[in-house]
């Protein structure tokens, strides 16, 4: 049985909102680091990329709860809770990660630049098993503000909400990014870096972030 996350004060993001999230994250991720230099070419990285966003956010969405500031879905966050976040093929297949359009996006990848996909995950989980994380904790994934919404404190917003959110069960949020201002952020918002991994196959940097943990 999952965890259940409910935050009343935010827009529940509901299975019908899936084309509306995915749009605002192909938006807001197309420079996405570890991406960028896996994938080159402009057409296989948003390829790749909306491969991974319809992967991971269905499972997201399945054993965690994703939310925005209203029913529009410019932004948006994915929670769930560390207890749910073993991921086995049962689980992304009750998830509905293996969908038609996730398929039919993969088939449109050569089967070396889907392997180089998988290399990618799997290299970044490999690393993340490096990382002292608080347990039990809430993993905040893919934070995402589309441009046209971008700078008017909107992904701010919502992450203070979650902020409290979290306050309000004692209980710590955890998770990483690859930018120098994403990391600033973060830390305006509270958190404090636990520890960081990198890759030189992939060049991405990986900085691992908490929010009200024990060692805060």
């Known amino acids: 049985m999952k965890t259940t996350i409910n935050i009343p004060q935010l827009y529940k993001i509901k299975q019908s909102d899936k084309e509306k999230l995915i749009r605002t994250y192909l938006d807001a991720f197309d420079q996405y680091p570890k991406l960028m230099n896996a994938f080159t070419e402009k057409d296989k990285r948003m390829l790749a990329l909306e491969a991974t966003l319809r992967y991971y956010t269905a499972f997201d969405l399945k054993y965690g709860a994703g939310y925005s500031l209203d029913e529009n879905v410019n932004e948006a966050v994915m929670l769930i809770h560390s207890d749910d976040m073993e991921c086995t093929f049962f689980k992304h297949l009750m998830a509905g990660s293996y969908s038609r359009s996730y398929r039919k996006i993969m088939n449109k990848l050569t089967r070396a630049e889907r392997q180089v996909r998988i290399d990618l995950f799997n290299e970044l989980e490999r690393l993340e098993k490096d990382i002292n994380l608080p347990e039990p904790h809430i993993y905040v994934d893919f934070l995402g503000v589309s441009k046209d919404y971008q700078h008017q404190g909107r992904g701010k917003k919502l992450m203070a909400c979650i902020c409290r959110y979290a306050d309000s069960l004692k209980l710590p ?44």
């Open 173 to 216: 949020l955890m998770l990483f990014t690859n930018t120098a201002d994403d990391v600033k952020f973060y830390q305006n918002l509270g958190f404090n870096i636990t520890g960081e991994t990198s890759s030189e196959k992939f060049g991405f940097v990986n900085t691992y972030l908490t929010y009200g943990s024990e060692d805060k």
